[in-house]
Nanobody, 124 residues
Framework: QVQLVESGGGLVQAGGSLRLSCAAS????????MGWFRQAPGKEREFVAG????????SYSDSVKGRFTISRDNAKNTVYLQMNSLKPEDTAVYSC?????????????????WGQGTQVTVSS
């Protein structure tokens, strides 16, 4: 079992930055591939970024590539999402997710554990 708690969301102006954190419980965090997803009002949840258990491989959606960076600190059981050059269309609830020992998965069904999410609002 893995429990995930996101933090770091908030209100920011367009062009600004935020760093989201996802803290995980359990002693085997280093064996979980982690992903960030987001869901905007009236839209489907979508993949944003993912990172393998070792941090050796990452993947990003085209809409955030070059602006967002996913990273992890296995000693702190935490995965991060650094978001730069934010746009109003990045406004959404951002959730982290975990799956045991898999390559980066970009689908919702590919993850077994989910956090509650944190709201990110980007004003124009």
């Amino acid at each position: 079992q893995v429990q995930l708690v996101e933090s770091g969301g908030g209100l920011v102006q367009a062009g600004g930055s935020l760093r989201l954190s996802c803290a995980a419980s359990g002693r085997t965090f280093s064996r979980y591939t982690m992903g960030w997803f987001r869901q905007a009002p009236g839209k489907e949840r979508e993949f944003v970024a993912g990172i393998t258990w070792s941090g050796a491989s990452t993947s990003y959606s085209d809409s955030v590539k070059g602006r967002f960076t996913i990273s992890r600190d296995n000693a702190k059981n935490t995965v991060y999402l650094q978001m730069n050059s934010l746009k109003p269309e990045d406004t959404a609830v951002y959730s982290c997710a975990a799956v045991y020992l898999r390559l980066v998965v970009t689908t919702i069904a590919g993850y077994d554990y989910w956090g509650q999410g944190t709201q990110v609002t980007v004003s124009s």
